[in-house]
């Protein structure tokens, strides 16, 4: 059985989460569950977007120790439309799940589908024999070891996100570029209990990219004569 197992949606830092537990000395594979299947079990710790689906039933993670991992959602559709997520073979799948999917297009398919991944894993994670934790990727290493209860190492560091943009030029939306649909609304009451508000997403890019805005120069005070 394992021990840990991290999920979320596509693009919420899976990867980078499997990378952390193993520099602080737990194995951790990264999408050995694909579309439905198990390809190997020899690691404690998963992380893996797509093991969602298995919360409900399989008994090899039955009693893990789970983290819901977060990102804020317009990082996580922008990720998506960069990648062109609605025509790979991932996304059929995730439109086999959710054939509800199949009826829409463009931004409102990604937002639904979301919508739906949390929504699932919020109803299929706590089954009174797991520890489920929620943790935005953006609260940093700490707290997503402490999460599931991993000490850092004396010899940590913290590995790369990778977000998955291919280009830079792609939009970075804000709440009032999204279609004006119940669930936009449902989107953005989601991201504020997940604790992001109504934040603009050109602070997270900032934060992402560690930039710090240039030190302010100070004049020299005035000579005063005695």
């Known amino acids: 059985m394992l021990r840990y197992l991290i999920t979320g949606t596509g693009h919420s830092g899976t990867g980078y989460a499997a990378e952390l ?4 000395g737990v194995e951790c594979t990264h999408e050995r569950y694909m579309c439905g299947e198990w390809q190997d079990v020899e690691a404690p710790a998963e992380s893996s977007w797509m093991v969602a689906r298995a919360l409900a039933s ?3 993670i039955e ?3 789970v983290l819901h991992l977060v990102r804020h959602p317009l990082m996580v559709l922008r990720s998506w439309h960069a990648t062109r ?3 790979n073979d991932y996304a059929r799948w995730m439109r086999e799940t959710f054939p509800e999917l199949n009826a829409l297009d463009g931004l409102d ?3 639904r589908r979301y919508l739906l991944w949390h929504d699932m ?3 299929d994670a706590p089954n009174g024999r797991r520890t489920v934790r929620t943790v935005p990727v953006e609260s940093g290493p700490q707290a997503i070891l402490w999460a599931l209860g991993i000490g850092r190492t004396s010899d940590w560091h913290e590995p790369r996100i990778n977000i998955k943009v291919e280009n830079d030029d792609e939009p970075f939306w804000q709440w009032s570029d999204l279609p004006d649909t119940p669930d936009r609304w449902r989107l953005q009451h989601l991201a504020d209990r997940y604790g992001y508000g109504a ?3 050109e602070m997270e890019r900032a934060l992402r990219e560690k930039k710090e805005e240039p030190a302010e120069e100070v004049a020299d005070a005035p000579e005063v004569d005695p």
Do not use: A, G, W
């Not at 537990?21 to 602080?24: I, P």
């Open 63 to 65: 009693y893990s120790r």
């Open 109 to 111: 398919r990604l937002i």
């Open 199 to 201: 934040v603009d997403v």
């Open 85 to 87: 997520e609605t025509r």
């Open 21 to 24: 537990l193993r520099r602080n």
């Open 121 to 123: 894993i919020e109803r």
């Open 58 to 60: 399989d008994p090899l």
